[in-house]
């Protein structure tokens, strides 16, 4: 045995000198796919995403709903997400209704419970929070998400082409968008429910801060939310409205804000002290202390940017004539900048205006009591430079808001949608050249028409009239 065992050593040495000329066989590396990018705000792409509910959660969502439309509550959900070859599942995501006059009850009628065998879908718009059941989760750097159907657009792109106008244009503090497919599933039912096209639209909150960091600072000032509560409005003139929503589902017991602040909630006192001296200092200076005021506290050159292209686009439930639908920021950097939001009823659909497409851009609003963008155009060098920013817009080689480049991107995105329209509510089934049914001008076109009838075509016809 011993004999045995030594043979078995010399040989096994033998054959280990006799190879070692030979290179050793390493295993072979495990491959790791290449990791692919989402391009999530991507206006040539078109995502699917599913919201799946369990039965229970669905039927909370909609007597929630019953209880009190404009609730807040979230309920639990599965998020997926897929685009090609790329697939992301998020369970215990937070889904709440949307909207103001377009919230909706996304099936049947007040106190009736889910309808498997003969569902009653409503398009509506969905809230996503990724984090509320799940701390610090997030989607592509994101916490939340606004997903909202095409109420009274026919067209299918009025909010997806303003929203991409300030992009084009420069003006990086409107939120990002892109289209998107969307299914709801509850579980259990014979299949998922196909909702259509939506909008998938970046929520204006602490991600959407920090994403801009670099153009306004690291440091996180405070965000405002400005718009309609009862009697009052964010006109930059009062101050008696200012704080924090509070939604109750005892619709009597919820508080509303012209200034609703978003975020650092806990320090609402140091922001409502800041935001009364900045409205304060915008009543009482006037002049050339206006003016020192007014430049140093905000990016002016911006601001006009951006109300030259809110204007161009006929948005006008806005803050110049309606104190409504906007955000503002005092970044870290000491400067304050205007969000621009909400921009549905646009491009030719308008109500508190005669004519959104031939209304004066320089007096687009009320003269009185909106001194952020008044008081402004006082001086003729800030005249100036929102004048060139409207004829910027227009000028044909900019390819940013003259009839020829707009109607290529609405077609392109129509051609591109049009195969999905189609959906399980029987809602906005069809895609026509129309402005809503109740706007004061009905004649608007956006793809066809003469100066009269495109409101392109109006909308520059009355830019070059400024004199």
Known sequence: MKKYLLLTLLFTIFYSCSNESEPKKEPPEPQTPPETE??????????????????QDWNKFLSNFDENPQNEKK?????????????????????????NTSRRRPEGNTGEAHNAANPDWHHCHFGLDFSQFRDKQRFEGLNKLILKWFKDDPNYCREVFCYNLFALNGVWTAPRVSYCRLTVNVKGDPKPAYFGIYTMIESIDEDFIEYRKSEWSNAQGFLWKGGWAGSNNADFVSTESIGIEDVKMDASKSKYYAYDLKNRKDELDDAKTQLIQFITDINTKTGADFKTFISEKMDINLFLKTYATNVAAGMWDDYWVNANNFYFYFAGNGKAYFIP??????????LLINDAGTQNPLRWGKMDGRPLITKILEFDDFKIIYINYLKILIAPENNLFDYQSAKTRIQGWQTMIQPYVSNDSGEDMTIYDAPAAWSNKSEYRLLSGSEQTNFFRAKAASINSIK
């Not at 989402?38 to 039965?55: Q, V």
Request: glycine residues 8%; charged residues 20%.
């Open 38 to 55: 989402i391009s999530l705000f991507n206006l040539d792409r078109m995502p699917s995403i599913t919201l799946e509910f369990e039965l």
């Open 75 to 99: 309920l639990p959900a599965t998020y997926s997400f897929s685009d090609g070859d790329i697939s992301i599942t998020l369970d215990s995501i937070g889904v709440k209704p949307r909207g």
């Open 341 to 350: 939001y909400d921009y549905d009823n646009t491009l030719g659909t308008s």
